[in-house]
């Protein structure tokens, strides 16, 4: 799974070779755990029993770590643990220490430096919580946290402060309360269930949780936020899927930052996702020296639609601490978006977005394309940068005045 992607030579867009490669379907093989029987190895419990969870093991399995890489293992376990799947690992080339499979998995000593402008809550979700493990910010839906834990740890993860339980956050969701106050508010028509990850629970007690959040009649619309899709795909079995199916409409939004995280066996696992009817989307977070490259951004969000995913959002990095080494610019991400937008299938175009920070919620972030507005006329770029007019009506009814192209926009 090596690839010479563009990261390591300062975001520099790769080759067009480089780009189709990316959009290679590769499986992620088994490396140092070649001689694990099948049935082991496809068994998302052994994998999780498997993890690589310490710095030791870390260094065994890959005696290229950088001693920034050990330092920042060693101290993982205060701030948010590390935890990596046997499948995820297989994915890092060891050989490349820009890998960006490597840069959302194993922990960097940079975590442990906060600059002042980053928070333990970037999204101000603890003071929209009006009870433990619900976050009701929209006026119409909430974020019900069922659990503290994930297959892996993503280094950037917003909820840090919660997940793993590394800084004590003491995280004891009550399942009763949390239904209760949806219960009681008729205005909530949309349940997004996340945390950690809402699969790592077992079929039946999601099944339970499910059923109940279904018996409430308000409640239109089921979600659930998973990153086990990548992490795990062997978690996505038959019969999970045949259990999902029971509570439609219900979506998916999965969480992969990079082609090469969509291998064989992330096809398949979102294939049986997708043939149970389960609409699929994908949240990425835009990450410097992973995906902050518009040529590996498009080779991703058209992989995806290959994979039945349509691209959602990609999220600008929160600020959250210790996360300045992966943050990449607005500016960058404003770049990718307009590389995108008209280069590619609008399905595979997804929305960027910056999470307010202290709780502002999600603000779409686009490039500039209405150049001037008033009462006559809007003022146009499109995605080759030619400039056209489109004349304004006032009670909402075009004018019989066409729409043209013009040379130069008038400053109005
Ligand atoms: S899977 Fe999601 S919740 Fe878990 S560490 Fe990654 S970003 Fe955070």
Not at 210 to 229: D, M, N, T, Y
Not at 276 to 295: M, R
Request: neutral net charge; proline residues 8%.
């Amino acid at each position: 799974m090596k690839d010479d992607n563009s990261q390591a030579n300062g975001g520099e867009p790769p080759a067009d070779h480089c780009t189709q490669f990316l959009k290679e379907f590769l499986s992620a093989g088994r490396g140092y755990w070649r001689d694990v029987p099948d049935a082991d190895w496809n068994d998302w419990h052994w994998q999780l029993k498997h993890r690589i969870t310490t710095p030791e093991q870390l260094q065994r399995f890959m005696p290229t770590l950088l001693p920034e890489e050990f330092a920042g293992a060693k101290l993982a376990n205060h701030k948010l643990a590390l935890a990596i799947t046997p499948y995820f690992f297989n994915l890092i080339d060891p050989a490349d220490e820009h890998c960006p499979i490597r840069r959302q998995v194993i922990p960097r000593i940079e975590e442990t430096r906060t600059a002042p402008w980053e928070m333990s809550d970037p999204c101000g979700e603890d003071s929209h919580s009006p009870v433990p493990g619900l976050v009701h910010r929209y006026p119409d839906r909430v974020l019900f946290l069922v659990t503290d834990r994930c297959a892996a740890y993503c280094r950037y993860c917003t909820r840090s402060r919660l997940v793993s339980n590394a800084s004590g956050y003491d995280f004891h969701p009550e399942f009763d309360r949390q239904i209760a106050y949806i219960a009681q508010h008729p205005e909530i028509r949309d349940v997004l269930l996340s945390g950690g990850d809402p699969l790592l629970l077992s079929d039946e007690k999601l099944e339970q949780l499910l059923g109940r959040l279904r018996a409430i009649k308000h409640v239109e619309f089921l979600r659930i936020g998973s990153r086990i899709p990548t992490f795990l795909p062997q978690r996505i079995t038959p019969e999970l899927c045949a259990m999902l199916k029971k509570f439609h409409p219900l979506f998916m939004s999965i969480h992969s930052n990079h082609p090469r995280e969509l291998t064989t066996e992330v096809r398949d696992a979102l294939g049986r996702l997708a043939d149970a009817g389960i609409p699929l989307g994908n949240q990425s977070v835009l990450l410097k020296h992973v995906n902050d490259n518009a040529a590996v951004m498009k080779a991703h969000v058209q992989k995806l639609l290959m994979c039945r995913v349509k691209p959602y959002y990609i999220y600008q990095c929160d600020l959250i601490s210790g996360s300045a080494h992966l943050r990449a610019s607005v500016r960058q991400g404003i770049e990718i978006m307009t590389q995108l937008r008209g280069h590619t299938t609008g399905y595979a175009v997804p929305q960027y977005v910056i999470d307010a920070p202290g709780g502002g919620g999600k603000v779409p972030i686009n490039p500039d394309y209405v150049l001037s507005h008033n009462a006559d006329r809007v003022v146009l770029r499109n995605y080759e940068g030619k400039i056209f007019e489109y004349p304004e009506a006032p009670d909402g009814t075009p004018t019989s005045k066409p729409p043209k192209e013009i040379e130069k926009p008038e400053l109005v």
